[in-house]
């Protein structure tokens, strides 16, 4: 695959990282898929290793799709917070919530139903 593929970011994806507010936290808006999951790994890893301990919030309310690769990324940087004593807290949309559902994880992660504020 060219390098120009790899990059390209679907329309109305976005990731934006908030380090300013009193929580840390990663805002994703659109699609989280075979695709798009490597950058909310990416900037996830680089939240949770930089944070010494505290909490980290994974604001997942603008997420239209939700496919497994997406929630393997979130169950593996629920291990690496678990690692670093940092929590990881998970704010996700309906569509998040039905896989974490249908999948039965929600005892392996911290899911919150109300947006971070």
Same mark, same amino acid.
Not at 1 to 10: L, W, Y
């Given at each position: 695959?060219? +390098?120009?593929?790899?990059? &390209? &970011?679907?329309?109305g994806f976005s990731i934006k990282l908030d380090v300013e507010a009193p929580t840390p936290r990663v805002v994703v808006t659109g699609e989280l898929d075979l695709l798009t999951s490597p950058q909310l790994q990416e900037t996830l890893?680089?939240?949770?290793?930089?944070?010494?301990?505290?909490?980290?919030?994974?604001? @997942? &309310?603008?997420?239209?799709?939700?496919?497994?690769?997406?929630?393997?990324?979130? @169950?593996? +940087?629920?291990?690496?917070?678990? $690692?670093?004593?940092? $929590?990881? $807290?998970?704010?996700?949309?309906?569509?998040?919530?039905?896989?974490?559902?249908? &999948?039965?994880?929600? $005892?392996? @992660?911290?899911?919150?139903?109300?947006?971070?504020?």
């Open positions: 695959m060219p +390098a120009a593929e790899q990059n &390209t &970011t679907p329309p890893g680089a939240l949770i290793t930089d944070k010494p301990s505290g909490r980290v919030v994974a604001d @997942l &309310t603008g997420v239209t799709f939700f496919d497994s690769s997406a929630l393997n990324v979130v @169950l593996q +940087a629920q291990r690496q917070a678990a $690692e670093k004593a940092v $929590e990881l $807290e998970v704010v996700p949309s309906p569509q998040v919530s039905r896989v974490i559902e249908l &999948t039965g994880v929600a $005892e392996h @992660l911290s899911v919150s139903e109300e947006p971070p504020a």
